[in-house]
Each structure stands twice: as structure tokens, then as C-alpha cells.
């Protein structure tokens, strides 16, 4: 025979009463309001709840008894559903905050100078996300990366392909600087230092490549142009020093003109322009005044600098007019007694962004051909 299964006993109305204020911690008072509530009608006073959980009723009304239970379980179904509603509320709190740390992280990347990105090796490979710093650094928008997954390759420098190609593939060193060229959609080179992290799967397989990129060519510049000062610190000996100079200057700055002048030896405020160099080869030398002409501010302030609308704001100097000159930056030559004799500058045809590493490059050629003006006029006096 099989046993005979045991029923459950039903918990007391009283129990039931005490588990609910235990619960909900509400005063007799709070209970007999909401059991009013809950019911439409009054019913037991907070009293009698009292004695009637504590089971000091000796007498119970069947009455009372089945507004009780009755308002216990109406109270116990609306609490459920308060406490659903609360976690509806707080989930959908949690995801609104979800989204909005989404959204300013994602503006964070998105602003960033840096390039960001995400690359996935697997067949086929392709860019899963990468930020809009492409536009100002590579001059192509992140949807043309994603068309093309092979755009990065066509744009490296071919000397640089086999260190992009191996970074792409997972292979070699990762969490280490790598700095490669690359052609900017306008023609001119960019130097981007790159640091890649892998991402691996939990088999441990490579599943994608994180990494962000800068702009480095302005540092790159620099060391050029200071190694280019090492490797010919003395132009002592070369017959035109000058041009030699500055077309050094314009190659490690890549501006389109440079330019070496210095003080006439009688006139005030008038210069001689021993050398020019306008990207393609050197214009003939000549004399002008400063007055109307950013070169004067060189005297005075110690440096030139107008990253654009040069023509508006010298509309006298016929000169920039003519060669279509937009942009100026020049620093004064320094003799031996430490007072201006010359200035060095480089213009160019289009806008020269602030950047701080240029006006360090331009006052190394300065010293440079300082020293070497100096060399001349004393090798002319002996």
C-alpha cells in the first residue's frame, strides 16, 4: 500500500496577520488604514488586529475573521505587484544608466584626437569599429576603412607594409610603439605612432586586434630636422650656405616656402633677402622695407607667427598677394653680441596649424645660420 500523502495545514489568519506586519514593519494604526483601503470598508480597529494576532480574542467573529483573511491576501497581491513594479523601475534605471555610460564613453571615443579601432584578422578581415580621428589624421572617413579593409595597407609607406601587415595578423611584439608613414588623401606623408593589444578567445585563439594611433609627424619632423642639422651642423665651406639651409628647412618642415634674410648694413628698417626657396626652386634675391609686412613683428616681438589670412591682414604687401602666400612664421638670427642681424621664416600657400615643435625647429636653423653669417663676415674682414 501506498503511504498516504500528508496535506499541508493551512497557516492561521493570526500567523498570517504577524508574518504580514513583520514584513511590511507597519504600526496596527498603518495596518488598519490599509486594510481599510484595500477593502473599501472599515473594518476591525488597530485594537482589535492586535489582539487578534496575539490571540487574545476568546470569542472570534466569522465576520471579522473573513475580512481579515480577505484583506491580508488583497494587501499580500498588491505588495507583489508594488515589488514587481520596483524592479521593473530599478531594472529600467539600470539600463538607462547603462546607456548613458555608453553614450559618454562613446562620445569620448568618439571626439578623441587619437585614431581608435578595433580590427578583426578572421577571414575576411575588416575594421569592426574605428573613430573618426581618421578624417584629420589620414584625411578618409572611418565608412571608407570599413568598405575597404585593405585601405590601410594602400596608404602605408612601402617600407612600412611588412611592420603594418605583421601588427594586423597578430604577429610579433604587441603593447609596443611602432611608428610607420602613411599618405594622407592630400599627397603629403604622415608619420602615426600605433600601440596594438591583442584580444584572444578563451581557446586562446586571436579573435581581434585593439589599438589606438597618433599623429606623430610634427615629433618626427623634429628629429629630422635635428639630425639633418647634425649630420651638416657647418655649411662652413659650402659656396651658398643660405639656400642649402633653407631648403633643409622647408624639406623637415614640409612648408612649401622658406626664406633667409638679413638686416641691411645701412638702411633702417630695410632688409636683404639672401636666399628663397618656394617648394620648387629659389626665386631671385632682392630688397624690401619692413613696414607693411609681417617680417617687422620678428624685430619687435622676438617671433612672427599668422596661421592664416595673411593677405587680409597685410593688404599692402603686394608680394604675399602675388604668390598666393597664407600662412607666416619666422624667428629673428641672432650675431655674436646676441642682437638681431637677419630672420629665418618659412611660408606656405595654405594654413600652418599651431604646433609647437615647428617654431623649435625653425630656431635650431636660426643658430645655425647665425653662426654661419658670423663665419662669413669674418672670413670677408680677414
Known sequence: MKPKKTLKKEESTPKKLLKLKKKTSWSWERMCREFHRVMGEEGP????????????????NV??????????????????????????????????ELHQTEVRYRHLVENARDVIYRYRPTNPPSFEYINPATQDIL???????????????????PEDRQILEQGLQGIGRFHERASLRYRHRDGRTVWVERVNVPIYDKAGKLVAIEGIARDVTENKSFEQALLSVIEGTSWTGVEDFPRSLIKQLAAALQIRFAFLAELHPSLKNRVCLLALWDGSGYQKQF????????CKQVFTDGLSYYPADLQRIFPKDAWLKENGIESYLAVPVYGPAGKPIGHLGVMHDGPMPEGPPREAILRVFATCAGNELAHRDRTQVS
Open 63 to 96: 465576520l471579522t475573521e473573513r475580512y481579515v483573511r480577505t484583506a491580508i491576501q488583497r494587501t499580500t497581491v498588491e505588495l507583489i505587484q508594488q515589488e514587481l513594479s520596483d524592479s521593473e523601475a530599478q531594472r529600467e534605471d539600470v539600463q538607462q
Open 287 to 294: 630688397e624690401y622695407d619692413l613696414e607693411h609686412t609681417p
Open 45 to 60: 480597529s488597530h485594537t482589535t488586529l492586535f489582539r487578534y494576532a496575539e490571540g487574545k480574542v476568546q470569542r472570534r
Open 139 to 157: 584625411g578618409y572617413a572611418p565608412e571608407e576603412f570599413y568598405a575597404d579593409p585593405k585601405l590601410l595597407e594602400k596608404l602605408v609607406h
